[in-house]
């Protein structure tokens, strides 16, 4: 218990200690982190066993799958934490469970059937054979995009910190074992493309079984009717947030397409490396104190009709957590790449040093930029994204009439990036201080209460049991 002579710092570690917040946060954090350590501590292993070009092909297989997932799920996904419901909500993951192989499968076989055409489009005519696997990779991925929202929901947040860690520890693992086979070796990047199949067979095996131990009463007896109906309450908002993310998506994967079709596979495989320890460890811990945000702002919307005091909480830790680690990057990336990884991935590192000057800024908006969709602002969702799109459509046809350098097109690139996430930093904070409250046709409170005679939600009873 803490008195008016209770020190500040012991106060703030009193209060620390006992929020679901950061218990959350810390729990999936600590899944991010030691999944990131594993990857680091394997680096230099892979950076042996692959060169750049192998690299580069498999990013360019990983981009098209990812983007071939998009209406493999339509975004449902993001709508699983909406009903209050858990009922409608089982009925939503049961539908995008059905949904992903049977849409993966219409989507895959034209990569299958013509998949000597599309490699040699891409840049990469080595790619060829692997675009037979392209369709499982889809179904597999739009899956544990549906059971991690899922876990999300049920504020299963050890289980997403396993989940990462599985997920990432067993297809490094795979790629390391694969990469000595004869019959792999003599398909480049072929180990790494089945070391990413098999480790996310493994995370999703994981995330279904919290299912089957945990959850099995609300997916059971589910009628079909039931599952379409949950599923057209919100095609709406899956369709304009499928839409808006298939723009973030393309702005995601587009320059891996893009370098390797200008610069061809080695340098595409150089940019991946550089983006994997300048920008995806950000995005992985960013998104672990997003996900725990996004739940717990949930709740204080439904209470309160704002959740600015939140933000500005989440963005002073996040800034904070940024500063140093980010500076020290910046300045001995090149160094530290030639050390690590060897001489062949020293320019990673310069791309490195470039590209951590736009993910500071990610690492610090990244996970309080989630009002636009708790407050279902779908049309700012896709306006956002488009812009984002267009700015790198730009970008590229720009650095292709003009022959551009690759890091000039990267410079350029981080500036779009500062300049998009200040203004969804300032409209995010507009919406959390609950300036507009969402109308009858949009609002998040109106189109919940619909949800019929079911039992209700039991969201925030669920992360105070965390």
């Known amino acids: 218990m803490s008195g ?17 917040f950061a218990r959350g946060a810390v729990t999936i954090g600590g899944g991010a982190f030691l999944a990131q350590a594993i990857t680091l501590g394997l680096a230099p292993v892979i ?59 219409v989507i895959g076989l034209p990569m299958v059937v013509w998949r000597e055409p599309i490699a040699g489009w891409l840049g990469a005519p080595m790619l060829a054979p692997w675009l037979i696997a392209a369709p499982v990779s889809v179904a597999l991925l739009g899956w544990y995009q549906a059971l991690r929202f899922w876990a999300v929901r049920r504020a299963a947040f050890r289980d997403i910190a396993r989940n990462t860690v ?30 990413q199949i098999l480790g996310e067979g493994l995370g999703n095996i994981f995330l279904a079984w919290r299912i089957v131990r945990s959850d099995r009463h609300l997916v059971r007896r589910l009628r079909l009717s039931y599952l379409l109906g949950s599923a057209r309450r919100y095609l709406g908002l899956a369709l304009t947030l499928s839409a808006s993310q298939s723009f973030a998506t393309l702005y995601e994967k587009l320059p891996v397409l893009v370098i390797a079709f200008l610069f061809g596979p ?31 702002a949930m709740e204080d919307y439904h ?41 062949a991935w020293r320019e990673a590192g310069e791309f490195a040093s470039i590209l951590m000057v736009g993910s500071l800024v990610s690492f610090i908006v990244t996970p309080t930029d989630k ?72 609002g998040f409170v109106v189109a919940a209460q619909g949800d019929g005679p079911e039992t209700r939600s ?4 669920a992360s105070r049991n965390v």
């Open 371 to 442: 009002a636009a969709l708790i407050c279902e602002r779908g049309r700012f969702i896709f306006l956002w994204h488009l812009a984002r799109l267009s700015g790198k459509v730009a970008i590229f046809a720009w650095s292709y009439a003009y022959a551009a350098r690759i890091t000039t097109v990267l410079w350029l690139l981080v500036g779009l990036r500062l300049v998009l996430y200040g203004v969804v930093a300032a409209y995010s904070y507009d919406l959390a201080r609950g300036r507009a409250t969402p109308s009858a046709s949009q």
């Open 47 to 105: 950076a042996r066993l692959y060169t750049p070009e192998e690299m580069g092909l498999f990013t360019t297989y990983m981009a098209v799958v990812v983007i071939a997932v998009l209406p493999a799920t339509l975004r449902f996904e993001q709508t699983l934490i909406l009903p209050r419901s858990n009922r409608r909500a089982a009925a939503l993951l049961a539908f995008l469970l059905v949904l992903c192989p049977v849409v993966a499968l």
């Open 266 to 296: 080695h340098m595409a495989g150089l940019y991946t490396w550089a983006e994997r320890f300048a920008v995806l460890p950000a995005v992985l811990i960013g998104n672990a104190i997003g996900d725990v945000y996004r739940q717990r």
């Open 166 to 195: 599985t997920r990432t520890g067993g297809g490094l693992g795979f790629a390391c074992a694969l990469s000595v086979s004869p019959t792999v070796a003599a398909a480049p990047g072929g180990g790494l493309i089945l070391g």
């Open 303 to 343: 209470r309160d009709g704002r959740f600015d005091g939140l933000m500005r909480r989440t963005l002073a830790a996040t800034t904070i957590l940024a500063a140093v680690p980010f500076a020290l990057g910046i300045w001995l990336a090149p160094t530290l790449f030639e050390l690590l990884f060897g001489p």
């Open 458 to 461: 039991d969201i925030s009873m």
């Open 4 to 20: 008016p002579s209770t020190p500040p710092m012991r106060l703030a570690w009193h209060r620390l200690k006992h929020s679901t």
